[in-house]
């Protein structure tokens, strides 16, 4: 099956700097992925679309300076939280659709960022 | 309005039983996507299965199936033979449109424990 790798897996920071998030698509060409984000024991919130080539779509209350999304290749998207507060500290997860049909999502590993 | 509910914040099962995870949907899109996820302790999600809104026949994958009850606006999923190993939580999503540029969004989850 289709395999989304996320980097880093966890990432410990200290407040006010930035922090860069990887997703890649390994085997299929992701022209759409997706950003989420995930406080504990609670559901996936949908940050942005990020579009390959074109800007980010963001959610409403989703602050686009402050988490930079970045979509350059069809393999490759980014996303940067920039000047980190302990209030950004949360499990961010990214997922990219591999079309075959049923049109379903594949999801990285997720990344669990905290600000100190 | 939620779209996605999942009011069964926890479930227990013994080991060998079926279990089922109740979903419900509000959308008046006439063509949308059901998925159901699984969220171990790591993070990952785990796609298990998707039913389209058109689809005539409940899916079915291995020891999972969706019972799909378009009237009533639910997409249940149903573990048969639980293991240990299916202690996790469990997402329910919808996808408005068939388009896999669509975005995808999350119920609150359930967590299910499967006892020996």
């Known amino acids: 099956g289709a395999v989304v790798s996320q980097h880093p897996s966890r990432v410990i920071c200290k407040s006010g700097t930035s922090v860069k998030i990887e997703c890649r698509s390994l085997d299929f060409q992701a022209t759409t992925m997706f950003w989420y984000r995930q406080f504990p024991k609670q559901s996936l919130m949908l940050m942005a679309t990020s579009n390959e080539g074109s800007k980010a779509t963001y959610e409403q209350g989703v602050e686009k300076d402050k988490f930079l999304i970045n979509h350059a290749s069809l393999t490759l998207s980014t996303l940067t939280v920039t000047s980190a507060h302990p209030e950004d500290s949360s499990f961010y997860i990214c997922s990219a659709r591999e079309g075959r049909g049923n049109e379903k999502l594949f999801f990285g590993s997720g990344t669990q960022l905290s600000v100190l | 309005a939620q779209k996605i509910t999942q009011t069964q914040p926890g479930m227990f099962v013994q080991e060998k039983e079926a279990v089922t995870l109740d979903c419900t949907y509000d959308?008046?899109?006439?063509?949308?996507?059901l998925f159901w996820y699984k969220q171990p302790s790591s993070g990952e999600m785990i796609f298990l299965i998707y039913?389209?809104?058109?689809?005539?026949q409940n899916a079915t994958e291995g020891r999972y199936s969706l019972n799909f009850q378009k009237a009533r606006k639910s997409a249940n999923l149903v573990i048969s033979a639980s293991q240990l190993g299916d202690s996790a939580m469990y997402f329910c999503a919808m996808r408005e449109g068939l388009s896999g540029y669509n975005k995808l969004i999350f119920g609150a989850g359930t967590r299910l424990a499967v006892h020996p």
């Open positions: 959308t008046s899109d006439p063509s949308y996507g």
């Open positions: 039913q389209g809104s058109y689809d005539q």
